[in-house]
């Protein structure tokens, strides 16, 4: 800061005090996030600047609370403005260019003389995150200097903000705009943040992103902080194979073993930014699939805990998902959905259509253990099991699943999460949540067509909960695992939807499903745990059975 007399004058307008010292001066608590915590001096920032517009105000930076006030000095309580730290993207000595809310990276910034910029992010609606630019104008250069020097420091020191992340961008995916989607929407955000180091490697093949992450040098991987997918659910479903497999293996855990009960949580975050065809992922974790929302997430560093499905066949791994899990009818439609892929989004509608004309049922059995003990007997509630059934010809009972059903079924439906898509805009789930430590397994036996279309119409009108009240077909329980094996005849045993892509039945083996509570975090936000009055759902989960 230097030692000359000149320059100590022009600081005098800096004044850093402890919180008891200051006189007449308030700032109000405001709630921020428990892991923006800021190491060093505890006290008070304060300076007297002007607005562009040569209006007196003054800034203060309480360092206690982690908020920034600004108060127009005209005598008056009500012109007073505060933003959080975590809302804080950074601050910059020159001017952006913001369009409609994202910040467009500069090619040659003109740094200004006495103006400081800050740059805070701001929810433009319900839903979605945008960007907006706070000038300050300092008395002197020296102390604009100051204040971005201690501010970026401090933003720096916040823990939870990635500081280095690797972003995989499906060239195809978005109908092939995935990069310019990045570039667009979201590189300003990233390109913005303090510390933040990011590489961005462009996906050549299926499974690019997960061998890159398995075989990813030791020095690098220790090094990471996040991974972020720019495309689809298939592609985001890469990263998270990757990054689990690579985290089970360095920790001698055998993720093959259905039975193991306790894998290690990845170092890392995971982020998504929505470029595919359906973007239920980032829809439900962002609450929307807005680009630049998603962008804002991650730069900013919002976490939630996030629950895991395991697949597995004849004791090895062969899939991971965080999403969702479906067979008979729409494993059929993403099936048939291929073969349209030029098509775009439009593929689902016309393959639905083909797919409810062809109206697949597949018979075979479910088995499932709840995930709370109860008193009540699901095998009662649920219709009588098609004969002959080997499970209740057992004398000894169900092995390792306390419940079954055999029957013909249009949908098994398994949900990690709400699972919001354009299709489903209030969810798919009935009851489950990002990280509430169980899976919603839906159960449909066979149904007419008309029943059928009835159904998706009001899974995409009311969602699952208000289905459950509307459908008396519906079968769902809470569980913690639970398999699924077709009968021996049946010649096509059919397709599983996992997570966007598919998965095939075997013919004459079983699939085991287990839950792994809160096992990854996400770079994003749990809608439920946000506002907890909207999903009051939630709070009535004494029961693992959900009662007609």
């Known amino acids: 800061m230097g030692g000359s007399k000149k320059d100590k004058k022009q600081q005098q307008h800096v004044t850093i005090v402890p919180v008891e010292a200051v006189k007449g001066e308030h700032v109000d608590t405001v709630p921020f996030s428990s892991r923006s915590r800021i190491s060093g001096e505890s006290g008070k920032l304060i300076a007297d600047v002007q607005s ?28 007073l403005v505060i933003y959080r730290l975590d809302e804080l993207l950074s601050t910059t000595c020159f001017p952006l260019k913001i369009k409609k809310g994202v910040p467009v990276i500069p090619t040659s910034p003109q740094t200004s003389d006495k103006t400081l910029y800050f740059n805070f992010v701001y929810k433009k609606d319900k839903k979605k995150w945008r960007l907006k630019q706070l000038p300050v104008v300092f008395f002197t250069t020296t102390e604009r200097d100051y204040w971005h020097s201690l501010i970026d420091t401090t933003l720096r020191r916040v823990q939870n903000r990635p500081k280095n992340i690797i972003i995989f961008i499906n060239p195809f995916g978005g109908k092939g ?6 570039k667009d929407n979201v590189e300003g955000f990233f390109w913005l943040t ?23 040098p030791v020095e690098q991987w220790t090094a990471l902080d996040g991974l972020v997918s720019v495309g689809g659910d298939g592609l985001f479903n890469e990263l998270l194979s990757g990054g689990l497999l690579r985290t089970q293996n360095d920790a001698g855990r055998n993720i093959d073993d259905p039975n193991t009960s306790h894998l290690v949580t990845p170092h890392i ?14 829809s439900t974790v ?17 976490e939630c805990n996030v629950d895991v499905c395991t697949v597995h066949q004849d004791q090895k791994l062969i899939r991971i998902s965080a999403n969702a899990i479906s067979y008979g009818w729409l494993g059929d439609v993403l099936r048939d959905s291929e073969e349209y892929r030029c098509l775009g989004p439009v593929r689902y509608q016309w393959s639905a259509l083909r797919t409810t004309i062809r109206h697949p049922i597949y018979r075979g059995k479910v088995q499932f253990s709840l995930s709370h ?37 249009t949908h098994v439906i398994c949900c ?25 397994l839906a159960l449909v036996p066979r149904i007419s067509r008309w029943h059928n279309m009835q159904f998706m119409r009001k899974v995409a009108m009311y969602g699952g909960k208000g289905l459950y009240q509307l459908d008396n077909s519906l079968n769902c329980y809470r569980v913690v695992k639970w398999s699924y094996q077709p009968d021996e005849d049946q010649k096509d045993p059919g397709v599983w939807n996992l997570d ?8 004459n083996e079983p699939l085991h499903f287990k839950l792994h509570p809160q096992l990854i975090s996400f770079f994003g936000r749990d809608a439920a745990m946000v506002k907890p009055s909207k999903r009051s759902f939630i709070k009535k989960r004494k029961s693992s059975i959900i009662y007609q």
């Open 416 to 440: 990690v999460i709400p699972t919001v898509t354009p299709f489903t805009p209030y969810g798919l789930a009935p009851f489950t949540g990002i990280g509430d430590g169980t899976l919603d």
């Open 269 to 282: 975050r995971f982020g998504i930014i929505g470029a595919g065809s359906a973007n239920s992922i980032v």
């Open 286 to 302: 962002h609450e929307t699939n807005d680009h630049a929302t998603s962008a804002v997430h991650i730069a900013i560093g919002s």
């Open 194 to 216: 303090p510390g933040l180091r990011y590489k961005v490697v462009l996906t050549e093949r299926a499974n690019h992103a997960r061998d890159y992450i398995v075989e990813m």
């Open 500 to 507: 966007g892509e598919i998965l095939e039945q075997p013919k």
């Open 177 to 182: 705009k995935a990069q310019k989607i990045f």
């Open 373 to 409: 003990k109860e008193t009540h007997n699901p095998n009662e509630q649920l219709p009588p099991c098609f004969k002959p059934c080997d499970i209740c010809e057992k004398p000894m009972g169900n092995g390792q699943y306390d419940y079954h059903w055999h029957a013909e079924f």
């Open 52 to 79: 562009p517009h040569a209006k007196n105000h003054r800034i203060i930076f309480d360092r206690d609370l982690n908020v920034f006030e600004f108060r127009l000095l005209d005598g008056s309580s009500k012109h």
